[in-house]
Structures are given as structure tokens and as C-alpha cells.
């Protein structure tokens, strides 16, 4: 009759016991009653207790022939049962346990009785108690039956499965979690000397080496509760020391009588009450809303600094300096040669010294080259009003892209010259170039003009390419003690975005000197062309035609025509077709807002120190 070790049952075959063995018995489901280590082999657990659970060194060990057999006897007794052992053997298990048991030190803190009993062992703190469960009989039959085989096998790692090696002790394992599990028993046997068991998590509270958190200071005895505590303060670092309070979610964090009161831990049901998260939104809103703000005001520095470039008061060079660029690159393109640079930069420099417009983009006689025109061609015009004689200046290099508003200056400056109502109260006789209109400007804005336009241009325009408008050409004509004010045609008045009113308007500008007669067919009156501003650009009303069908169309000089664009209207024979770029119908002035600025006679000196003190707030005409 043969009996099974384990479950103490009957066979008459011994294929029927090993049948039973493998099917009722696996090979890896033992487990240690002295720790949670489990899975393993019968051979393995036999190891692991004779070298992590190590006892006393017996006064003889003559009862045993191998070392096995010993660590057998031993762990029978720790799972408390003797059965399938003759009385010698049950005898020295037993005194083994008490030994083992009884040793300081040892890992399981658990009593003798209750180990034996299979009952429960109280915690040392006089919680809750934790239970060990008792377990069967363990034998060693496979051990007899090829001890030297499994003597080989112990001593050396088996060649089929994976080889582990313990880094401590002597042990070889074929799983890395049970090799895990042995080394997690080695680090707590090393600390925690006492051998206390508190809980079933293996958690061991010790005095011994403590992880100290580098942002508070508070004492942890393992490095997986200071991670834990060191990723709280990660993730709601900004909230608790603002508030002063220290959060720790980890059970195995201690304190120690150097921290003081208030930086004691919390309980870990506060670290995720609905407190925290209520903070950590906030300030995740807080945070969304600062980057929000920031992405504002970057985006609109942006769009300022586009803008300074856009008008030229981005510090990045004048009329001069621009000129100056331009010529350079076509010496890099090989259009220009250096010595020819050369000699035109001194020439320049000649000129800006001198603050007179060298000339170069001047075309004079339009008016007279268009009154003649219309006084043999043009029959379907039944009336025609031209200004006084005026010149053409049109852009140059240096000004390209800007300079539009200086240049229309200079038109209305070339009629005041032949003027004479105007004409006594100019100084010079000459056409200032555009970094001297610049300076004119900004004396006026020191005798007190447009206090609002000169703190928008920082009280500097020389050196920049910086636009100037309606506000600015006001501010220059009143400096030269001539009377001037602005229309502001604000919005559409007619169908399709158009301006009636402006053309209207302006009929009655150029036929103001008329007597209540049948005006003449052509007329070319004595009166200062008109500034025209809208968005972007602005031009000189230099005119008015009248067809037979009652519509009117405005002649316009534009900055941006070229020199000989402006002088094929001066020849007889590209006259009518040059007319096409100044003639503009209301079909062609669809911009939403229009300003116009025009002269209105001479100021005597009181008159102007009154219109300095009312530039202050300037105030235009508004139409409709």
C-alpha cells in the first residue's frame, strides 16, 4: 500500500500515486508558510527556506544525512504537520520549530503556538490580526525517490528553463516573479532586524534607512512611497505650497521629531478628495487662461510691429537710406557700377543738405497741356474746371511705398507759388524735398499743432518712412499761415458703395468764383488743387469735367505715376490717352471713407495762434 505525502491517501500502484501527483498536485504550487513567496517548485521551496529562513545551528546534525532533508524537517514544522514522518523525525521537527520561531530576529513575526495550531496571529500593533492559513503536510517523496538528481539539480541551475540566479544568496530560479518575490524577502529581512510582520502586504516600518523627499523634507522608508510623495508634489506642487499643505498618499511615510507640526502628512483620503481636483481645475484654468493672454499680446505686438513697418516707423531707415539700399542692390545685380554709386549717393547727399527737391521726378506744365487740350477736343464734356497751374512730382526710390502724402505736398506747394494770394506769405520760392517736408512737420508740432498726431508719431518723423495724411497736411499749411480744413466724406452716399457727394462737393469747390451766369465751357480758375485721402493712398484734385449726361468725373494727379506717364500729357498726340490714368468716375472711388483737404486764403498771426489752440481737438466736416 502506498500513501501520498501531501494528502495522506491510499494507492495500490505506484503509477496510480504518480497519476495522482501530477494531477492532483502540481509540480509549482508549493508556497512558504514563513513569507508570501508561492509557485514554486517542491525542490526550490526547500532551498529558499534553508537559505532565506536560516535557523540557529543545531549542537549535532547527525539526524540528517543531506541538508535537504533538514530544511524539510523544518518547514513540516513551520506548516505544522507531521504526518507521513516516523516519531524521530516528527520529535526534531519540532524542537526545530520552536528554535525557529522563537529566534529574534526571524522574518515572520508570528507565534509558535499559532503557527502550529494553524489559528491567527495578532498584529503587533493590536490591529487587525492577520490569518495563516494551515497548510498540508509536505513530504518528500520525489526527494527519495531521486535524491542525487535533485541534490544536482539544487546545487546547479537546471539547463532546460531559464536560469535566474538570486544576487544574494545561492538560490537559481525559472521565473523572474519568483526571483523577485526571494530578492523583495532578502531587502526585508535586512531591514527590519526586529523581524515584525505587521500587515499581509509585507509592509515593514523601521528606523532604520529612511528616503528623505527633496521638496519638504518628511521621511519615507522605501523609495516606492517617496516616489509616490515626490509625484504628488509634481502634480499639485503649485496649489500645496501656496496653501502650506503637504500631501502624502503613501501609508509607509513616517514622521520624525525634527519636522515640525505643520508639515505633517495628511491623510491619503485627503490627497484625493474632491478638494484637490477642484484646485487642480482651477489652476489648470488659471494657467490655460495666462498662456491665452500671453498668445494675445504676442500676437498683437506682431501685428504693431507689422503695422510700424507697414507705415514706416519701424526705426529702419528714411528717404536716404532707402535710396541708399536701392542702389545697392543694383550694383549687386551689376545694373549699376560702384563709381557710378558713388557719384550719385554724394549727389543725393548734395541735395538732402540743401532741403530743396532736386527735381528729378518734376513735371511741369499739366495744366496748361490739359487747358489746351480741352479747348479743340473733348466735345462730349459740357463743362470743364481746371486748378491753378500745377507740377507733377511723382515717387522715387526713395520713397516708394510712402512718400505719396509728401508728394502731394509738393503739388499743392508748386500751385502756391503761382498764386498770388498765397504767394507773399511763403518764405521760399522752392519745392523742399520730402526729409525737409518731414522737418517743416515737425516744427509744427513744436509750435503746438495736432498735440494728439505728434504724440502718435513720437514727435519724430526725419529718419523714417513713416506715412503722413490729412491731419498732418493740416498741420503743415496752418504752420505756413495759410487757412485750410477738412471735409470728411465718412461714408457711401450713393448706390454700389459710391460718393455723389464728393463729386458734388467738389463742383462747388471749382465753381465757387463763378457769377450766376451760364459758366463758360472751360474754366481754369485761380484756386490750390485739393488733397484727396483715403485708405492707403491719397492724390491731388486737380480738375472737374461735366459730360452731357450730368455725370461728373474728377482729373487726379497721382503720386504714383511715373515721369513718363506724367509727360505723355504734355504731347499733343498721347494726350487722350493719357487721360485715362487721371480722369476717375464715381464708379472708380469706392473706397468707404474720403478726406479732403482744401485751402481757404491766408491767416494773419492771431488767426493762426487760434488755429494752433483749436488743433488741439481737430474737428472736420463731416459729409454726409
Known amino acids: 500500500m502506498l500513501t501520498c505525502d501531501i494528502c495522506a491517501e491510499d494507492f495500490l500502484l505506484e503509477e496510480d500515486l504518480k497519476t495522482h501527483l501530477l494531477l492532483s498536485h502540481e509540480e509549482n504550487a508549493m508556497s512558504c508558510p514563513l513569507c508570501p513567496l508561492s509557485g514554486v517548485s517542491y525542490d526550490e521551496l526547500c532551498f529558499h527556506v534553508s537559505s532565506a529562513h536560516p535557523e540557529e545551528q543545531r549542537p549535532t546534525q547527525s539526524r540528517s544525512e543531506f541538508p535537504e532533508e533538514q530544511n524539510l524537517n ?45 489559528g491567527v496571529c495578532p498584529s503587533p500593533g493590536g490591529t487587525a490580526p492577520v490569518s495563516v492559513s494551515p497548510q498540508k503536510p509536505k513530504t518528500r517523496t520525489e526527494f527519495s525517490l531521486s535524491s542525487k538528481a535533485k541534490k544536482k539539480r539544487l546545487s546547479s541551475p537546471r539547463k532546460d528553463h531559464l536560469q535566474l540566479s538570486c544576487p544574494l544568496c545561492a538560490l537559481v530560479c525559472s521565473n523572474s516573479f519568483i526571483l523577485q518575490e526571494h530578492v523583495e ?19 515593514i516600518i523601521s528606523e532604520g534607512r529612511r528616503f528623505e523627499c527633496p521638496l519638504c523634507s518628511l521621511l519615507c522608508t522605501d523609495s516606492f512611497s517617496l516616489q509616490e510623495h515626490v509625484e504628488l508634489h509634481l502634480d499639485h506642487g503649485a496649489a500645496a505650497l501656496s496653501s502650506g499643505d503637504y500631501i502624502c498618499i503613501s501609508v509607509s511615510c513616517i514622521t520624525h521629531p525634527d519636522i515640525p507640526v505643520e508639515l505633517l502628512p495628511v491623510t491619503c483620503a485627503a490627497a484625493g478628495g474632491p478638494g484637490s481636483d477642484l484646485e487642480l481645475a482651477q489652476r489648470l484654468q488659471e494657467e490655460e487662461e495666462q498662456r491665452r493672454k500671453q498668445e494675445e499680446a504676442w500676437q498683437e505686438r506682431e501685428e504693431f510691429k507689422k503695422l510700424q513697418r507697414q507705415f514706416g516707423v519701424d526705426s529702419s531707415g528714411g528717404y536716404s537710406r532707402q535710396m541708399e539700399r536701392t542702389m545697392e542692390r543694383a550694383v549687386a545685380r551689376g545694373l549699376m557700377d560702384p563709381a557710378e554709386f558713388h557719384s550719385k549717393r554724394a549727389e543725393i547727399k548734395e541735395s538732402l543738405a540743401s532741403g530743396m527737391d532736386d ?19 473733348c466735345r462730349d464734356c459740357i463743362h470743364v474746371w ?17 512718400g505719396c502724402g509728401y508728394r502731394n505736398f509738393q503739388m499743392i506747394l508748386s500751385s502756391l507759388h503761382r498764386i498770388d494770394t498765397y504767394a507773399p506769405v511763403l518764405q521760399e520760392r522752392t519745392v523742399p524735398s520730402i526729409p525737409q517736408v518731414q522737418r517743416m512737420i515737425e516744427e509744427a508740432w513744436r509750435e503746438g499743432m495736432d498735440a494728439q498726431g505728434a504724440l502718435h508719431f513720437d514727435h519724430r518723423l526725419q529718419g523714417t518712412r513713416a506715412w503722413i495724411g490729412a491731419t498732418e497736411i493740416y498741420s503743415l499749411l496752418t504752420s505756413l499761415s495759410i487757412s485750410a480744413h477738412i471735409v470728411d466724406f465718412h461714408k457711401p452716399t450713393g448706390p454700389g458703395d459710391t460718393h455723389p457727394r464728393l463729386f458734388e462737393w467738389v463742383k462747388q469747390y471749382f465753381s465757387q468764383s463763378s457769377s450766376n451766369k451760364l459758366p463758360p465751357r472751360l474754366v481754369q480758375t485761380s484756386l490750390p488743387p485739393l488733397y484727396l485721402q483715403h485708405q492707403g493712398h491719397s492724390r491731388s484734385i486737380i480738375g472737374l469735367e461735366q459730360k452731357k449726361n450730368g455725370s461728373l468725373c474728377l482729373l487726379l494727379l497721382d503720386p504714383a505715376s511715373t515721369v513718363s506717364e506724367a509727360r505723355k500729357l504734355l504731347s499733343r498726340d498721347s494726350v487722350g490717352s493719357a487721360l485715362r490714368c487721371v480722369r476717375k468716375f464715381s464708379s472708380g472711388l469706392k473706397h468707404t471713407q474720403y478726406q479732403v483737404v482744401a485751402l481757404q486764403g491766408v491767416l494773419s498771426a492771431e488767426e493762426k495762434q487760434i488755429s494752433i489752440l483749436n488743433s488741439r481737438t481737430l474737428c472736420a466736416e463731416r459729409i454726409p
Open 74 to 118: 523544518q518547514f513540516r514544522c513551520a506548516s505544522g504537520s507531521s504526518g507521513g514522518t516516523n516519531a524521530e523525525d516528527t520529535e526534531d521537527a519540532e524542537s526545530s520549530l520552536s528554535r525557529s520561531c522563537s529566534m529574534e530576529g526571524a522574518v515572520a513575526g508570528v507565534n509558535t503556538d499559532s503557527v502550529e495550531t494553524g
Open 185 to 203: 524577502l532578502h531587502l526585508i529581512e535586512q531591514r527590519s532586524p526586529e523581524g515584525e510582520f505587521p500587515t499581509s502586504l509585507c509592509l
Open 359 to 377: 527735381g528729378r521726378t518734376r513735371t511741369c506744365g499739366v495744366i496748361r497741356a490739359l487747358y489746351e487740350y480741352y479747348q479743340t477736343d
Open 386 to 402: 481746371l486748378s491753378a497751374e500745377t507740377d507733377h512730382f511723382c515717387s522715387s526710390t526713395g520713397d516708394k511705398g510712402w
